[in-house]
């Protein structure tokens, strides 16, 4: 069965002045439902809906991203491929530290990667196993119901050069005693509840994630993946919106797929791919026809398709640009990423800004007839380019 929707929950960490200094993210299943099988899958599509569909500027703005991260992920070079100056990863206390964990935890901190223990505790046992990795921990999170607050005055304080996070708080005495004690941020139902985010969900084909992961394991060459991305427009637009929420200094005057994946990087992208496949978020049957997807798939075939009919003859540069026009223009209607927002991340060129601002030149003019024959009014879209001998007998359907 194919779900339509997304769901993840969040919930803000604050400072003792109430700022909003991150918000905590939750998976939610298709149902809404807090309800984790797999730890790896659930860390991946937290990351997956947040940057490649939802995007960092709506999902978390300027303040910090705080995401439950379990151990074999941090196996991997996944985190490579995230924004770390906006990310908070948080550590389990069921996780199982090992040398490797270890060695990762050591070699991601070396990076620049921050992290956060979660449900930190001064049990022996806890203590003993996660006690190697506190020189590479910013944060630690202390649950208030299961915390017995008079280990903090009596008990040497391992943590004391942690930024303390008390979180489950309920009541406002217990904020007081907590601040009391030197905590420095809090989360939990006195200050807000978590809140679910819904959006509409656009998931790429799973053989087509794979298929582009395989070319990439391969090392095949940087023309053969970029001529793979023109047939899988979803994976386009997830990149995009990925690359707008995470690294926009790689959308800054690119024109082209090509220029993105380049910049990007080939083992970034794998990376990437990766953790889409992890997330689970491929749809395998090829019957199972998102709406939002195929609408978005659809708007970029029409768009291809009206060019060909007025220029047959165009080159590999204005197929770009009329594609990236496309793709463009989805993440705003789809995605609900401001134009004015894409428009200043991307400074693209003149004639791709005027096609989708005023929807002006041959490409603006395309665009707005692709805009016309969505809702059904094919008179229109033939007015609009009647001037490059476009009728109603060879107007793409």
């Given at each position: 069965m194919m779900h339509n929707n997304l769901y993840i929950a969040r919930q803000p960490i604050l400072d003792r002045a109430e700022n909003i200094i991150g918000y905590e993210f939750f998976y939610r299943n298709n149902h809404g439902e807090c309800v984790i099988d797999d730890p790896r899958h659930a860390t991946a599509s937290v990351l997956v809906n947040i940057l490649n569909q939802i995007g960092s500027s709506s999902a978390f703005g300027e303040t910090l991203a705080f995401v439950n991260t379990d151990g074999p992920l941090l196996l991997t070079e996944i985190l490579r491929s995230m924004p770390k100056e906006k990310f908070v990863f948080e550590l389990s206390a069921s996780m199982k530290i090992t040398s490797r964990i270890h060695e990762a935890v050591r070699y991601y901190h070396a990076l620049g990667y921050r992290f956060a223990l979660d449900n930190a505790s001064f049990n022996p046992h806890y203590l003993e196993a996660f006690m190697p990795l506190f020189p590479y921990i910013e944060f630690a999170k202390f649950d208030v119901t299961q915390t017995d607050i008079e280990q903090f005055s009596h008990a040497p304080n391992p943590y004391g050069k942690m930024k303390l996070i008390a979180q489950k708080v309920e009541f406002y005495e217990i904020a007081e005693a907590y601040e009391g004690l030197g905590f420095e941020y809090f989360q939990g139902f006195y200050?807000?509840?978590?809140?679910?985010?819904?959006?509409?969900?656009?998931?790429?084909?799973?053989?087509?994630?794979?298929?582009?992961?395989?070319?990439?394991?391969?090392?095949?060459?940087?023309?053969?993946?970029?001529d793979s991305f023109k047939y899988h427009n979803i994976l386009s637009l997830q990149l995009i919106q990925f690359l707008h929420s995470a690294f926009p200094?790689?959308?800054?005057?690119?024109?082209?797929?090509?220029?993105?994946?380049?910049?990007?990087?080939?083992?970034?992208?794998?990376?990437?791919?990766?953790?889409?496949?992890?997330?689970?978020?491929?749809?395998?049957?090829?019957?199972?026809?998102?709406?939002?997807?195929?609408?978005?798939?659809?708007?970029?075939?029409?768009?291809?398709?009206?060019?060909?009919?007025v220029s047959p003859s165009v080159d590999e540069?204005?197929?770009?640009?009329?594609?990236?026009?496309?793709?463009?223009?989805?993440?705003?209607?789809?995605m609900n990423v401001p134009l004015q927002n894409i428009i200043e991340t991307l400074h693209?060129?003149?004639?791709?800004?005027?096609?989708?601002?005023?929807?002006?030149?041959?490409?603006?003019?395309?665009?707005?007839?692709?805009?016309?024959?969505?809702?059904?009014?094919?008179?229109?879209?033939?007015?609009?380019?009647r001037s490059y001998g476009i009728t109603h007998e060879n107007i793409p359907s």
């Open positions: 200050f807000a509840h978590a809140h679910l985010i819904t959006q509409r969900r656009i998931d790429p084909q799973y053989m087509d994630v794979m298929e582009l992961f395989t070319l990439l394991q391969e090392d095949a060459p940087i023309e053969e993946i970029c200094e790689h959308l800054d005057g690119v024109l082209s797929m090509r220029e993105m994946i380049e910049r990007f990087g080939k083992n970034a992208l794998m990376q990437w791919l990766l953790l889409i496949i992890y997330s689970k978020s491929g749809t395998k049957a090829m019957d199972d026809k998102n709406p939002h997807a195929v609408f978005a798939q659809q708007r970029v075939d029409r768009m291809l398709a009206l060019l060909n009919q540069k204005v197929q770009d640009h009329a594609r990236i026009i496309a793709l463009l223009s989805l993440l705003e209607g789809l693209p060129d003149n004639e791709v800004e005027d096609a989708l601002i005023t929807r002006t030149g041959m490409l603006g003019r395309l665009y707005a007839a692709v805009l016309k024959l969505e809702s059904g009014d094919v008179n229109g879209a033939v007015i609009l380019l």
